[in-house]
């Protein structure tokens, strides 16, 4: 395998029950990421985008097919070796930030690194310098309900760099903000996918966004094709 793909997806299928039939969303969907690479994910509504998302992350396992991680065939590890995959080489970035209310910006992004065994002190100096690079240095002690939407998902962004993950994963990171917060936060993607040297598969609808990635490609019929 090339030394500079830090994500390959060969051959996806995934199937659904729906009644008595099946419905067939990914159909041999393969993607090779390289390495610093910002590639974007379109195609319509229902047509699996998620989904293959979440079998990228391995958050969800294929019917058939593998996902590939910085060389590693992730096929038949255990749910075990998965966890520890996710929590060393993924970080994830949803529509909605999901950040935890009762903790400030800076506890948000500390508390994955607790999780990883990093200590209180390291992990409370790194959320603050991530917190300055998206931004936040002045907002890093206020709670989620004091902070904008567009600032919000920039705290979600350092969060999900938090553990120095090679592969950054974000479904839709822009969907839920105006035009202008939406052009700035993903601004601010962009910026530490290559300050950090992070390769990102991004699902967006937003086209403007998406002419500003690297490569883009569609999922159309189950299968992913370029443009």
Do not use: W
């Not at 395998?1 to 996806?12: A, K, P, Q, T, V």
């Not at 969303?25 to 610093?36: H, N």
């Not at 090679?166 to 822009?174: C, G, K, M, W, Y």
């Amino acid at each position: 395998m090339n030394d500079d793909i830090s994500l390959e997806l060969r051959g996806i299928q995934r199937s659904f029950q729906q009644g008595r039939g099946q419905l067939d969303i990914l159909r041999g969907a393969s993607l090779s990421l390289l390495a610093g690479e910002v590639t974007g994910l379109v195609g319509p509504s229902g047509s699996g985008k998620s989904t293959l998302l979440q079998i990228a992350g391995l958050l969800e396992k294929p019917d058939s097919g593998a996902v590939v991680v910085n060389g590693q065939d992730c096929t038949l590890i255990d749910e075990h070796a998965r966890t520890k995959l996710r929590q060393n080489e993924f970080g994830f970035v949803y529509q909605f930030h999901n950040l935890l209310p009762e903790f400030t910006a800076t506890e948000n992004v500390v508390l994955p690194q607790l999780i990883a065994g990093v200590s209180k002190f390291d992990a409370r100096h790194r959320a603050s310098n991530l917190l300055s690079d998206v931004g936040l240095a002045d907002r890093a002690h206020h709670f989620p309900t004091e902070l904008s939407g567009g600032e919000q998902q920039r705290v979600a962004i350092a969060r999900a760099l938090a553990n120095s993950p090679s592969l950054l994963l974000a479904d839709e990171p822009t969907g839920n903000l105006d035009e202008a917060t939406a052009g700035a936060v993903f601004d601010v993607i962009l910026n530490v996918v290559k300050d950090f040297k992070v390769s990102a598969f991004i699902v967006t609808h937003n086209d403007s966004l998406a002419r500003q990635m690297d490569r883009v490609v569609s999922l159309k019929e189950g299968v992913l094709v370029d443009g």
